[in-house]
């Protein structure tokens, strides 16, 4: 799968600059297009979707290199 960037060109997960990622925790807020870190996956990904669940939790749809699609809950901080 790949995603736009605001350029409109696409990219693949697979061609993720790792020096942007930031650490994944349920305690922070992330937005679309946010590279994460998942310490406990040891694995890269991509934010492609966000979704409210509550007025203070969000559902993340995540692109990993290796893990391929899952969803992670964040806050909306």
């Not at 960037?5 to 061609?15: C, I, L, Q």
């Not at 925790?25 to 979704?51: C, I, R, T």
Request: proline share 3%; net charge negative.
């Amino acid at each position: 799968m790949e995603i736009a960037t605001p350029a409109g060109e696409a990219f693949s997960v697979k061609d993720i600059d790792m020096g942007e990622a930031v650490d994944y925790s349920p305690d922070n807020d992330y937005e679309v297009g946010m590279v994460l870190y998942h310490k406990g996956w040891q694995d890269f990904g991509v934010v492609k979707a966000k979704n409210r669940i509550s007025s203070v939790k969000v559902r993340l749809t995540v692109e990993f290199q290796s893990k391929g699609i899952k969803e992670l809950l964040a806050s909306t901080n």
